[in-house]
């Protein structure tokens, strides 16, 4: 084999395993970029090459490692983009009081709902901690999920915040997904600092951030920035510590009323903003203006059983990517596939089958920076995708109750088949 394409070698240089006899939706740019009857060589951990199988050569080298595909579809990877994967404790309890019609606020105000999660955690070991996970990333894995973002928040004390990231360090060696963390620690104000959130939020700025940063294993900073937990000013001052630091900053935002949180972080240059079931226009316009990305949550929507959907017209008007993400929590949304959420981001909040897949490959790497690595199938890119026994791309949103998933691989390694 030659080191350079030509009309009778497309390969850019030397090929370690080839999958032939797909169908291919690239997901590139947003958008399903169909190939049919197609092939995807991978060099290393990277895709080479991808395109028709009858522009293959007419022979290869017996020391590629060939896949047929059987006619099955590959898509990316899905990046989900925004969990809380690692705590202790249960709260199927709230699920019933929210049954009864109890709201997330008037649970979060009666001590419940994070805080039962922080109890739990704190009192947790690191190994505790990291064996719960490992069987939720486990499960992440056989649906399909190939790069995963965690975020501390369940400790809201140094001692356990570093604890929750060294957990996702661990993770992070143990699993073939990949992992990116963010520091939550201004999820909520703990017991400790009630009625001194001010007080907290120097904590964070000037002890625990800084101990964040030299632990080295989060990549990016989280604020809830709502009526219930942070405001716009002290959401500004953890932002302002973070970026100082180095880290990227990200927010959840609007979820349960406007805080103006989602115009500050777009300002502030953040990847991405979350929830926004109450953003403004001139917020939306913000996020357009600076390139943030829209991470739409359904799981917690539905779970709380909501009403008020984010902006999805306005989203397209003002061309905003839209992600969307399982938002796996013990409370609002204890969903463990991106399969579901695909299902409700159209039905619950209007996307289209093509916007929902867009949103939990491509644009679900653009809410973490990652567009250039992962989230679509083009040379150049990690050789992160499932092989679906499906007859279109729509049906991954559109199929309920079934796991149609034949393989996963990732860097090229296939490193999940199903029993």
Request: hydrophobic residues 40%.
């Amino acid at each position: 084999m030659t080191t350079g394409p030509d009309s009778r070698n497309p390969f850019p240089g030397n090929i370690d395993r080839l999958f032939a006899h797909c169908r291919v939706a690239t997901m590139a740019n947003g958008t399903y970029g169909i190939i049919e009857n197609a092939a995807i060589a991978v060099s290393g951990n990277k895709i080479a090459w991808i395109g028709p199988m009858n522009a293959l050569p007419d022979s290869l080298p017996g020391k590629i490692e060939m896949t047929d595909c059987n006619n099955l579809w590959i898509l990316p990877g899905f990046v989900d983009c925004h969990t809380h994967l690692i705590w202790a404790g249960s709260r199927s309890e709230e699920f019933e009081m929210r049954l009864a019609g109890a709201s997330y606020a008037d649970i979060a105000n009666a001590g419940g709902g994070i805080f039962s999660t922080v109890t739990a955690t704190r009192a947790a070991d690191e190994q505790r901690l990291f064996d719960m996970a490992s069987r939720r990333l486990s499960q992440f894995l056989s649906q399909g999920t190939t790069t995963v973002e965690i975020k501390s928040g369940y400790g809201l004390n140094l001692e356990t915040e570093l604890k929750m990231l060294a957990v996702a360090g661990r993770l992070k060696q143990a699993f073939p997904q990949h992992i990116e963390a963010t520091f939550l620690g201004a999820h909520a104000v703990p017991p400790e600092f009630s009625g001194r959130s001010d007080a907290y939020i120097q904590e964070i700025t000037q002890v625990i951030l800084p101990k964040v940063k030299t632990q080295g294993i989060a990549t990016a900073v989280d604020v809830f920035c709502e009526n219930i937990a942070f405001s716009r000013e002290q959401t500004r001052q953890v932002f302002d510590a973070a970026k100082d630091l180095g880290f990227d900053i990200k927010l959840h935002a609007e979820q349960l009323s406007d805080s103006d949180g989602t115009g500050l972080a777009a300002e502030m240059g953040a990847l991405s903003c979350d929830h926004l079931e109450y953003l403004s226009d001139d917020s939306a316009r913000k996020m357009a203006d600076h390139g943030t990305v829209a991470v739409l949550l359904p799981g917690a929507f539905h779970y709380l059983n909501e009403t008020r959907v984010p902006p999805v017209r306005l989203f397209r008007q003002l061309k905003i990517p839209m992600a969307v993400s399982t938002d796996l929590n013990p409370g609002s949304s204890p969903v463990f596939s991106m399969l579901p959420i695909l299902n409700m981001a159209c039905l619950r909040f209007g996307l289209t089958c093509e916007e929902a897949l867009a949103g939990a490959t491509f644009n679900g790497a653009a809410a973490l920076g990652m567009t250039a690595r992962k989230g679509s199938l083009t040379p150049g890119r990690d050789a992160d995708f499932v092989i679906w026994d499906v007859d279109t791309p729509a049906d991954l949103c559109y199929l309920s109750g079934i796991t149609p998933l034949k393989q996963v691989v990732i860097g090229g390694q296939t490193v999940y088949l199903p029993d």
